[in-house]
């Protein structure tokens, strides 16, 4: 079973509707970006463009949107809010969304959400712009083309500075009420983005990046704290299921060819890993709880929100490598399989080359530690 099979067995597990069949939560492919200037009128107009081509080429589904209220989505309330958007000072506050929901109490499949920064706290906080999908789109012809083409617009538009892409789990306007859903997921789940309170961390990620995910945006400063381009690259080169990316302003990397969501039995995404051991140093240092409180159910408290930070941290001295790319040498003596070959579970011997498994459909031959003991 491959990557898109897993996921699509696991989603009925991971959405969930109300006794009339409102959707309340769903899982969702995002994109998050934060950028600065966002109170500057040159970066109004790029993200008025971004909307415009997501109500362009999203408008049958598209039913509501939010700017200063909620209202019904009509070509003519969008033109109005692409105006009165424009025609906003430095120091407005600007949240604009527009979505599949027929309202604030059902969650949508696709979304398009802007929060600008203020000019008077441009040194002290981000824009973000957020982009949602259903996570269908993956097993649509071209449909992961069209997210990775999205992905590189919004980065160009905005200029973003960091970002992150991949699973996630949908909520509702008034997300209250659910938050423990997206908690209780996210213990089961590594893979899947926690990103409720994405407009609020501004505020947090000045010098910093939230972390790593399928995707991880970062720009040309945070390239640079990292060593540079070539540094990345040669520090990811050995790992066949990562490609990196350039859009105009800095480096995307995309951990696998499809966003894994890790459930606990499957194990961490092993490229995840990889792309968090290099990227580690940008991570947030002391971040804010990911969730408020909620009389509704358990949710991120602060010590559940370091662990969940954490969670692609390995201690790497203490610790046997759990993937290596067919061509290298076995690291560590033991059993290895590989989802390329069905049944391939089998005992190699440190130095022993891996093999590669020629005219398989899953692609890159990747061997990963089983476990010490007998077949």
Request: negative net charge; proline residues 6%.
């Given at each position: 079973m491959n990557i898109l099979e897993k996921l699509q067995e696991r989603v009925p597990d991971l959405e969930f509707e109300m006794p009339d069949g409102t959707p309340v939560v769903k899982l969702g492919l995002i994109a998050t970006l934060y950028f600065k200037d966002g109170y500057t009128s040159d970066l109004k107009q790029k993200v008025v463009q971004c909307f415009e081509r997501f109500y362009m080429e999203f408008k049958p589904q598209l039913k509501w949107h939010v700017y200063?209220?909620?209202?019904?989505?009509?070509?003519?309330?969008?033109?109005?809010?692409?105006?009165?958007?424009?025609?906003?000072?430095?120091?407005?506050?600007?949240?604009?969304?527009?979505?599949?929901?027929?309202?604030?109490?059902?969650?949508?499949?696709?979304?398009?959400?802007?929060?600008?920064?203020?000019?008077?706290?441009?040194?002290?906080?981000?824009?973000?712009?957020?982009?949602?999908?259903?996570?269908?789109?993956?097993?649509?012809?071209?449909?992961?083309?069209?997210?990775?083409?999205?992905?590189?617009?919004?980065?160009?538009?905005?200029?973003?500075?960091?970002?992150?892409?991949?699973?996630?789990?949908?909520?509702?306007?008034?997300?209250?009420?659910?938050?423990?859903?997206?908690?209780?997921?996210?213990?089961?789940?590594?893979?899947?983005?926690?990103?409720?309170?994405?407009?609020?961390?501004?505020?947090?990620?000045?010098?910093?990046?939230?972390?790593?995910?399928?995707?991880?945006?970062?720009?040309?400063?945070?390239?640079?704290?990292?060593?540079?381009?070539?540094?990345?690259?040669?520090?990811?080169?050995?790992?066949?299921?990562?490609?990196?990316?350039?859009?105009?302003?800095?480096?995307?990397?995309?951990?696998?060819?499809?966003?894994?969501?890790?459930?606990?039995?499957?194990?961490?995404?092993?490229?995840y890993v990889a792309v968090n051991k290099v990227v580690r140093p940008l991570r947030i240092p002391n971040p804010d709880q990911l969730h408020s409180y909620s009389p509704y159910g358990d949710c991120f408290d602060q010590e559940s929100t370091d662990r969940w930070y954490a969670r692609f941290d390995q201690d790497e001295l203490h610790s046997t490598p759990t993937r290596i790319v067919a061509g290298q040498p076995c690291t560590h003596a033991g059993y290895w399989f590989t989802p390329a070959q069905p049944h391939s579970r089998r005992h190699f011997a440190e130095g022993e080359i891996m093999p590669c498994i020629e005219d398989s459909s899953w692609g890159d031959t990747l061997w990963y530690w089983s476990n010490e003991g007998h077949a």
């Amino acid at each position: 079973m491959n990557i898109l099979e897993k996921l699509q067995e696991r989603v009925p597990d991971l959405e969930f509707e109300m006794p009339d069949g409102t959707p309340v939560v769903k899982l969702g492919l995002i994109a998050t970006l934060y950028f600065k200037d966002g109170y500057t009128s040159d970066l109004k107009q790029k993200v008025v463009q971004c909307f415009e081509r997501f109500y362009m080429e999203f408008k049958p589904q598209l039913k509501w949107h939010v700017y200063r209220r909620d209202k019904k989505l009509t070509d003519n309330s969008f033109q109005k809010t692409t105006t009165q958007i424009l025609a906003t000072g430095p120091n407005d506050q600007i949240y604009w969304s527009l979505s599949s929901s027929e309202g604030v109490h059902d969650a949508p499949s696709y979304c398009l959400s802007v929060m600008n920064s203020h000019e008077i706290h441009a040194a002290q906080d981000r824009s973000y712009i957020k982009l949602a999908l259903p996570w269908s789109l993956l097993i649509e012809p071209n449909g992961l083309d069209r997210y990775n083409q999205w992905l590189v617009y919004l980065c160009n538009q905005v200029k973003a500075e960091h970002g992150y892409g991949g699973l996630s789990s949908a909520l509702p306007n008034d997300y209250d009420s659910y938050m423990p859903t997206e908690y209780q997921l996210a213990q089961q789940y590594s893979g899947l983005e926690v990103d409720t309170f994405a407009y609020s961390m501004g505020r947090e990620l000045i010098n910093h990046i939230k972390g790593v995910n399928w995707y991880t945006v970062i720009g040309n400063g945070y390239v640079d704290r990292l060593g540079g381009e070539a540094a990345i690259r040669h520090a990811l080169s050995g790992h066949g299921d990562i490609e990196i990316l350039r859009y105009d302003y800095g480096l995307i990397i995309r951990a696998g060819q499809y966003p894994e969501l890790g459930a606990e039995e499957d194990g961490l995404p092993q490229a995840y890993v990889a792309v968090n051991k290099v990227v580690r140093p940008l991570r947030i240092p002391n971040p804010d709880q990911l969730h408020s409180y909620s009389p509704y159910g358990d949710c991120f408290d602060q010590e559940s929100t370091d662990r969940w930070y954490a969670r692609f941290d390995q201690d790497e001295l203490h610790s046997t490598p759990t993937r290596i790319v067919a061509g290298q040498p076995c690291t560590h003596a033991g059993y290895w399989f590989t989802p390329a070959q069905p049944h391939s579970r089998r005992h190699f011997a440190e130095g022993e080359i891996m093999p590669c498994i020629e005219d398989s459909s899953w692609g890159d031959t990747l061997w990963y530690w089983s476990n010490e003991g007998h077949a």
